[in-house]
């Protein structure tokens, strides 16, 4: 396993959308083990793959409730709302309001190819729909509030 580098709010590849994974190659394997260390070395609850710049439909999240690999992830069902302060690995020393559902629920396929279902709420909800969007070529401040500068002392 290796630490990629992760990719800045500038860097056009954060605003392209990714394509799909056509076929899970021992490659894209070695890449779902150095999101996932990468990740936890920046202390992120979630990272996408055009974060470390690869554009492929692939994320990974841990909320503390252990690690998820999801490729090729899609929405398929929302429900409700909630405002959160969010930020991204990607955007650094930036934080901001963010509306979301409450409620997601995304289909996806493991590592081992194997479509599954995965349903999550509050913080599970918010990590899945941001890091969707990164596939999308967005970025949470192009939907948050009251965007706000860490203080740096």
Do not use: W
């Not at 396993?1 to 056509?22: F, N, Y």
């Not at 076929?23 to 990468?38: G, H, P, Q, S, Y």
Request: charged share 30%; hydrophobic share 40%.
């Amino acid at each position: 396993m290796a630490l990629r580098q992760i990719r800045t709010e500038g860097d056009e590849i954060l605003r392209k959308r990714s394509k799909e994974v056509s076929k899970i190659t021992r490659n894209v394997k070695i890449l779902a083990e150095d999101m996932l260390e990468t990740m936890e070395h920046a202390s992120g609850v979630g990272l996408a793959a055009p974060q470390v710049g690869i554009l492929k439909r692939m994320v990974v999240i841990n909320v503390g409730e252990g690690p998820l690999v999801l490729i090729n992830p899609e929405i398929i069902e929302t429900k409700g709302e909630q405002t959160n302060l969010e930020a991204c690995l990607s955007v650094p020393g930036k934080a901001g309001e963010v509306k979301r559902p409450t409620y997601v629920k995304v289909q996806a396929q493991n590592i081992e190819g194997e479509t599954f279902m995965v349903e999550g709420t509050e913080l599970l909800a918010i990590a899945l729909c941001h890091e969707i969007d990164h596939l999308d070529g967005r970025l949470f401040i192009d939907i948050a509030e009251n965007i706000e500068e860490e203080q740096r002392s």
